[in-house]
């Protein structure tokens, strides 16, 4: 199956009352999503059981919407490939695409580190994206006090802010400085009532650069100028963007990214850039979470004139300059063995 064949899974995240499941409510009524498979991390503790109308077999279910549900049962590769499996031997309705709701307490990065790289998921999905759902009007105290929403918000590609409708100005206002300190490249969108267009969830595309457009620019870090540290819930959760005006060749490139996840991999919790490595042709697309990467994908040319290599990253514990430190030793290295 090429990659363009492969079935799309989004991950729907976000802390507990944030108002996940009644976004996947709305969203699953809607013209277009009968094509639909929904999995749940506990069957029985989401708020989508008034839409079941028949059991099928292996677990899943056939939601009044047309759409396939079913939860997970110890192992995501197992019920990706039971889905799988059903729907090639006509047992349950064909879906082309698929929305994993997390828990609320879920760290999402073992949910997309096994789309990103396991075999088995591989050969019938791939990762579109991560959307997360924030409470407008608890959301402040909960990336106070919990890291899990802080992981959650920092992973996402898509931010929706959910309860704006009760929640007061400033505490709006407050809340998207803080989001965009922690996770500057996700925009970010009002829900009210749980009232999302589909495409929210299921549109977003950024995660895997083998789909990015061909001209990259969705791809391109917003806050390219910026050369500030978001300091996040005290020193821990860090977003900042390193930039470098000349080329990073590959090999530099490949021996940071080795020594970062080698070292450091758990508190590497995203990282996104586009990068100039000074060869020919467009520039190299990466992506990665904690101890896992996307391979690399090279653009045939650049999106625009600014040639500048940027890498947007959020990180636990670990600040800018060591990380740009280590990134300038690693180029240096490389130029030394060109020479010699």
């Given at each position: 199956?090429?990659?363009?064949?492969?079935?799309?899974?989004?991950?729907?995240?976000?802390?507990?009352?944030?108002?996940?499941?009644?976004?996947?409510?709305?969203?699953?009524?809607?013209?277009?999503?009968?094509?639909?498979?929904?999995?749940?991390?506990?069957?029985?503790?989401?708020?989508?059981?008034?839409?079941?109308?028949?059991?099928?077999?292996?677990?899943?279910?056939?939601?009044?919407?047309?759409?396939?549900?079913?939860?997970?049962?110890?192992?995501?590769?197992?019920?990706?490939?039971?889905?799988?499996?059903?729907?090639?031997?006509?047992?349950?309705?064909?879906?082309?695409?698929?929305?994993?709701?997390?828990?609320?307490l879920a760290d999402p990065a073992p949910v997309v580190q096994t789309l990103m790289k396991e075999p088995t998921a591989a050969r019938r999905y791939r990762l579109n994206g991560i959307v997360a759902t924030?409470?407008?009007?608890?959301?402040?105290?909960?990336?106070?006090?919990?890291?899990?929403?802080?992981?959650?918000?920092?992973?996402?590609?898509?931010?929706?802010?959910?309860?704006?409708?009760?929640?007061?100005?400033?505490?709006?206002?407050?809340?998207?400085?803080?989001?965009?300190?922690?996770?500057?490249?996700?925009?970010?969108?009002?829900?009210?009532?749980?009232?999302?267009?589909?495409?929210?969830?299921?549109?977003?595309?950024?995660?895997?650069?083998?789909?990015?457009?061909?001209?990259?620019?969705?791809?391109?870090?917003?806050?390219?100028?910026?050369?500030?540290?978001?300091?996040?819930?005290?020193?821990?959760?860090?977003?900042?963007?390193?930039?470098?005006?000349?080329?990073?060749?590959?090999?530099?490139?490949?021996?940071?990214?080795?020594?970062?996840?080698?070292?450091?991999?758990?508190?590497?919790?995203?990282?996104?850039?586009?990068?100039?490595?000074?060869?020919?042709?467009?520039?190299?697309?990466?992506?990665?979470?904690?101890?896992?990467?996307?391979?690399?994908?090279?653009?045939?040319?650049?999106?625009?004139?600014?040639?500048?290599?940027?890498?947007?990253?959020?990180?636990r514990g670990i600040g800018r300059e060591s990380l740009s430190n280590a990134l300038d030793l690693s180029i240096e290295h490389h130029e030394k063995g060109t020479r010699g």
């Open positions: 199956m090429t990659h363009a064949n492969l079935i799309p899974v989004s991950v729907l995240t976000g802390f507990l009352g944030s108002g996940k499941t009644t976004v996947l409510n709305r969203v699953l009524k809607q013209p277009g999503m009968e094509n639909t498979a929904v999995i749940v991390n506990e069957f029985g503790e989401v708020g989508i059981d008034h839409l079941l109308v028949e059991t099928a077999l292996e677990g899943a279910m056939l939601l009044e919407s047309g759409c396939v549900c079913c939860s997970v049962r110890g192992d995501l590769v197992d019920t990706l490939e039971m889905l799988g499996v059903r729907r090639d031997r006509g047992g349950i309705p064909p879906f082309e695409r698929v929305v994993l709701e997390t828990t609320g924030v409470d407008a009007v608890n959301g402040l105290d909960q990336l106070d006090r919990e890291e899990i929403a802080l992981k959650q918000a920092a992973l996402a590609g898509r931010l929706l802010l959910t309860k704006t409708d009760i929640a007061l100005p400033e505490q709006i206002a407050r809340l998207e400085t803080r989001l965009g300190s922690l996770n500057a490249d996700a925009p970010i969108v009002h829900v009210v009532n749980g009232d999302a267009k589909p495409e929210l969830i299921f549109d977003n595309g950024n995660y895997d650069p083998a789909v990015i457009a061909d001209d990259g620019a969705e791809w391109l870090p917003e806050a390219t100028d910026h050369d500030h540290e978001g300091h996040i819930h005290g020193d821990d959760i860090r977003s900042f963007c390193l930039s470098r005006d000349g080329p990073v060749p590959w090999p530099a490139l490949r021996t940071w990214l080795e020594s970062l996840t080698s070292l450091r991999g758990s508190d590497l919790l995203r990282v996104k850039g586009i990068v100039n490595t000074g060869d020919s042709g467009g520039p190299l697309i990466l992506h990665g979470v904690q101890h896992v990467f996307h391979p690399p994908r090279r653009l045939a040319e650049w999106p625009d004139g600014d040639r500048r290599s940027r890498i947007v990253c959020i990180t």
